[in-house]
T-cell receptor, first 113, second 114 residues
Framework: DQQVKQNSPSLSVQEGRISILNCDYT??????FLWYKKYPAEGPTFLIS?????DKNEDGRFTVFLNKSAKHLSLHIVPSQPGDSAVYFC????????????FGKGTKLSVKP | KAGVTQTPRYLIKTRGQQVTLSCSPI?????VSWYQQTPGQGLQFLFE???????NKGNFPGRFSGRQFSNSRSEMNVSTLELGDSALYLC?????????????FGPGTRLTVT
C-alpha cells in the first residue's frame, strides 16, 4: 500500500511559467516532508523540506505548501527553467524514524523553451 | 565540502554470488541510510545506521545486511544474489541535528545480476 502518492507521472510546462507538482499521503504520523530532484544516472538532489508545524516554506524559486487536513503537499517552481527538467520525488518521514524516507514514485517534469 | 561517495559505481554479478557496496558520507554526518531503486518499486528504504548501530530497517529479506564503521563510512552486503536484486543502490547521509534531517544522496551503485 503506497503511503506517498504522486498521481501524475509526467508534467509538461512552458519555460517561464509555474510548475506545480503534487503529492498525497495517507499516514497521518508523517511530520516531515521533502522534495528531491533526480537526473538519470545520478542520486536524488535535495530541494526543499517542510515540517508539519508549517504550511509553507520558500527557497528561491521553490515553494512547498502543506495542507495537513487534506494530507496533501505541493511544490511550486516559479519561473520554470529548462534546467528544471528532471524527475521530482516527494518523500515523507515520521519523527524518530527520519532516516527512513518513504518516497512517491516520482513525476517527470519537462520544461520546454 | 565533498558529497556522498559510493563505490563501485557499476557492478555485474552472477546469481548466487554476494556483493559488498561502500558509502562514504559527507564529513560530519553520522547517519547513513540505504535505498534500493527499481523501475517497478521506486525508491525503497533498506536500513539506516547511526553511530555504528542499525536504527531502522526496511522490509527486505535477511540477505540484505549492512554495517557502519567508527568513521561513519558504511557498507551494505547482499548475499545469494537473485535476478530481482538488479537495481540502483543509493546511500544517503544526514547531519541529524534537531529538525535538520535532510538526507543527501550519493550517485548510487548500479548492480546488474545475470
Amino acid at each position: 500500500d503506497q503511503q506517498v502518492k504522486q498521481n501524475s507521472p509526467s508534467l509538461s510546462v512552458q519555460e517561464g511559467r509555474i510548475s506545480i507538482l503534487n503529492c498525497d499521503y495517507t499516514n497521518s504520523m508523517f511530520d516531515y516532508f521533502l522534495w528531491y530532484k533526480k537526473y538519470p544516472a545520478e542520486g536524488p538532489t535535495f530541494l526543499i523540506s517542510i515540517s508539519s508545524i508549517k504550511d509553507k516554506n520558500e527557497d528561491g524559486r521553490f515553494t512547498v505548501f502543506l495542507n495537513k487536513s487534506a494530507k496533501h503537499l505541493s511544490l511550486h517552481i516559479v519561473p520554470s527553467q529548462p534546467g528544471d527538467s528532471a524527475v521530482y520525488f516527494c518523500a515523507a518521514s515520521v519523527s524518530g524514524s527520519q532516516g527512513n524516507l518513504i518516497f512517491g514514485k516520482g513525476t517527470k517534469l519537462s520544461v520546454k523553451p | 565540502k565533498a558529497g556522498v561517495t559510493q563505490t563501485p559505481r557499476y557492478l555485474i554479478k552472477t546469481r548466487g554470488q554476494q556483493v559488498t557496496l561502500s558509502c562514504s558520507p559527507i564529513s560530519g554526518h553520522r547517519s547513513v541510510s540505504w535505498y534500493q531503486q527499481t523501475p517497478g518499486q521506486g525508491l525503497q528504504f533498506l536500513f539506516e545506521y547511526f553511530s555504528e548501530t542499525q536504527r531502522n530497517k526496511g522490509n527486505f529479506p535477511g540477505r540484505f545486511s549492512g554495517r557502519q564503521f567508527s568513521n561513519s563510512r558504511s557498507e551494505m552486503n547482499v548475499s545469494t544474489l537473485e535476478l530481482g536484486d538488479s537495481a540502483l543502490y543509493l546511500c544517503a547521509s544526514s547531519l541529524v541535528v534537531a529538525a535538520d534531517y535532510e538526507q543527501y544522496f550519493g550517485p548510487g551503485t548500479r548492480l546488474t545480476v545475470t
